[in-house]
């Protein structure tokens, strides 16, 4: 569990939104509805889907428990599978050369090269395994305050499209601005204020 | 509100200026520090400190790293106007400690290290270990966003300029004179 890792990372975002009731069977049927999809021996070279925490491998939203306190603790999973060019290359080169043979030909047109490609991909995906990687959330509903343990950037992304998809909730990611502007508690002259403000200069006053 | 990728990029200065004041907050008025939080032992700058200075139409970054290494090379960067983008501190109640990155531009943390939880020996200490981390990770996020509050509220005061800016300026210039 990545929550209970030596060390974390973590972006903060707030929930907006409201979920309809019975909110629990909501979101167990959001978590279940897109479950990570498993795709070894399958053409697909991404999947992108829940997962429970603690099994990350064999989730079941119904048996494992994902509320802690007052807190729901599940995980990202993101499933890749990546060929190397030079192995996708000799593929295809052997690919074209086989559909070239026995025939008076000397080129295929473009057409054929891309459906050659696509059926090269298409055999290699299905026979490599996917590279899963888990990241961590945790949700306080209550205050409409969610933990992801991850700063890179395609988590992040993957998890914004992810949320809203699968609760209808929208997710906004915190930064200087959107801290100042949704967790300050700024009256309006200050959000104007916020919005005219420019970079000080500390230099110890030598452009002063 | 803005657009977000626009507001990101358009205010990422406030990320800068708030480390900036944060290690200012550090060195001068530890006060705050421990209003922010009451359990606060303290909060210092740990082993590494970035700053960019973007001034005349050039990107510098300096990088300071390592346990106990002076920071004034970092006045000094100070001083031609650049600002801190990402640290590394140690906060420090009376019993433990946490140590992490926090980043200007995005307030994201990394590499934190709270202190340790219990040991998960069986499935029922499970729930009692995630409850334990949450605090202890909660300590930090609830730290950071206190004192960002305070930071964004003297910002959008109508004496930053004449009194926090000032009071900085005064800071970089007496800490490099009294290196």
Known sequence: MQLLSSTLSLTRYRVNGTLAEPVMDTIREGLKNHVIREIDNDPASKSVGWTTSDKPFTPDFEADSFVFGTSLVFSLRIDKKSIPAKIVNKHYQTAMRKRLAGTDREHLSKNEKREIKDDVLHRLYVRIPATPSMYDLVWHMEAGDLWFLSNRKEANEELETLFSKSFKLSIVRIFPYTAAQLLSGLADEKIDALHKAFPAAFDGGAHA | ?179
């Open chain 2, 1 to 179: 509100m803005l657009d977000v990728s626009v507001a990101y990029n358009r205010y990422k200065f406030l990320g800068h200026e708030f480390l900036t004041w944060l290690w200012y907050t550090i060195e001068t008025d530890p006060d705050i520090l421990t209003k922010a939080d009451p359990d606060l032992a303290s909060l210092a700058i740990g082993n590494r400190v970035v700053l960019e200075n973007s001034r005349h139409n050039r990107e510098e970054t300096i990088t300071i790293r390592g346990d106990g290494a002076g920071l004034e090379e970092g006045l000094i960067a100070l001083k031609k106007g650049g600002k801190v983008t990402e640290v590394n501190l140690v906060y420090c109640t009376a019993e433990h400690e946490w140590r992490f990155n926090l980043k200007g531009e995005s307030l994201a943390v990394s590499s934190l290290k709270t202190p340790q939880t219990g040991k998960v020996e069986k499935k029922e200490d499970l729930e009692g270990a995630v409850l334990e981390r949450i605090y202890l990770v909660e300590k930090i996020v609830s730290l950071i966003y206190t004192l960002y509050t305070y930071f964004i509220a003297a910002r959008l005061s109508a004496d930053w300029d004449r009194r926090t800016v000032f009071r900085i300026n005064k800071w970089i210039d007496s800490a490099i004179a009294g290196k």
